[in-house]
């Protein structure tokens, strides 16, 4: 058997982002989680490739949407699975993360069987 899959987060929220690792931790992935887009982003283009990439949409500065547009216009990382976070549950929200090329759309709240099986599913 392989390493365990390695998931990189970028959450502002360091309570949800802290919930996220533990839930993420306890199902056997390994976790690297920031606290903003950008350094989200410099981590993706500059260490090793992580097996999925999970997005909050609204942050300060870059948000999530900035940097799937960053991934999918990056040749190196454009095949990575990104999951979009979101407090934005309107039909058009969703579409709109769909259109950006993003491979799933969580709500918050959400729960951890669901989030975990949804993880689960793109890997």
């Known amino acids: 058997m392989g390493a365990e899959p390695t998931i990189v987060i970028a959450e502002d929220d360091s309570d949800l982002r ?7 931790e306890s199902a056997g992935y ?4 920031f606290g903003a887009g950008d350094e989200c982003l410099e981590r993706l283009q500059t260490g090793s ?3 999925l990439v999970m997005l909050d949409i609204m942050m300060p500065g870059m948000d999530g949407i900035d940097v799937l ?3 999918r216009d990056n040749a ?3 095949g990575l699975p990104v999951v979009f976070l979101s407090g934005r549950g309107r ?7 769909f259109e950006a090329d993003v491979d799933d759309y969580i709500t918050k709240p959400f ?3 669901v989030l975990r099986a949804r993880v689960a599913r793109l890997l």
């Open 91 to 97: 039909e058009s929200d969703i579409v709109a993360g």
């Open 111 to 113: 729960s951890p069987g």
């Open 30 to 33: 390994v976790v690297e989680a």
């Open 76 to 78: 190196r990382l454009e």
């Open 18 to 24: 802290n919930l996220l690792v533990y839930t993420l």
């Open 49 to 51: 490739l992580p097996d």
């Open 69 to 71: 547009e960053e991934i």
